[in-house]
């Protein structure tokens, strides 16, 4: 087993531990398993069955997960069981990935708001930790790029995973140059 495998726990989610000495990230991100039969039942971005396991096991294909796990302001239980998996898989490749970030972002800023669901009590915990997890990956990774989508989606889940909602939701949804017509209009 490699250092990034799972091991499936008796509740169904999948325990991934790393250690590296590197960062100061939380140790273990337990997650849905993907062979757990309550994917069959979630909802994602469009209100409807989402089963985004073949997506979350394969290779990223991220016009796909944009579109089955945030679909116009919408998300389901499927988009936040998703978001273990997105951090387990952006931990796994090393590169710095804006949607990674800005997906995570998304969906939690959804959370609630409108007809969107609570995260599920059985999941609360695993996506919290996720959303912290990342955030401490994406403070050592800010000083590795030079993309403004990047920067401001890592600062936008930093302040997220810090409970600044507002300050995370301006650095995701704005662009700097709607941001600049903002002030100069305040």
């Not at 089955?68 to 936040?80: C, I, N, P, R």
């Not at 796994?92 to 949607?99: E, R």
């Not at 609360?124 to 997890?133: G, K, Q």
């Not at 995973?161 to 650095?171: I, M, N, P, S, V």
């Amino acid at each position: 087993m490699s250092l990034l495998d799972g091991v499936l726990s008796a509740n169904g989610l999948i325990s991934s531990t790393i250690t590296t000495p590197r960062l100061a990230m939380v140790d273990s991100v337990r997650m849905l398993s993907l062979d757990d039969d309550r994917w069959n039942n979630l909802v994602g971005g469009y209100r409807m069955k989402c089963d985004p396991r073949p997506l979350l096991a394969g290779e990223k294909a991220w016009h796909e997960l944009w579109e089955e796990l945030h679909h116009q302001g919408d998300v389901g239980e499927a988009s936040y069981a998703s978001v273990p998996h997105l951090v387990r898989i952006h931990r796994k490749s090393g590169i710095v990935d804006w949607n990674t970030y800005a997906i995570v972002a998304i969906i939690e800023l959804a959370r609630g708001k409108g007809n969107n669901p609570e995260v599920p009590k059985w999941l609360e915990d695993d996506y919290r930790r996720a959303i912290r997890e990342l955030a401490e990956i994406g403070a050592a990774e800010i000083w590795r790029t030079e993309e403004p989508e990047a920067i401001r989606a890592i600062l936008g889940v930093i302040a997220i995973a810090k409970g600044l909602r507002t300050h995370g939701r301006f650095l995701v949804e704005y662009s700097e140059d709607e941001l600049l017509d903002f002030e100069s209009r305040v």
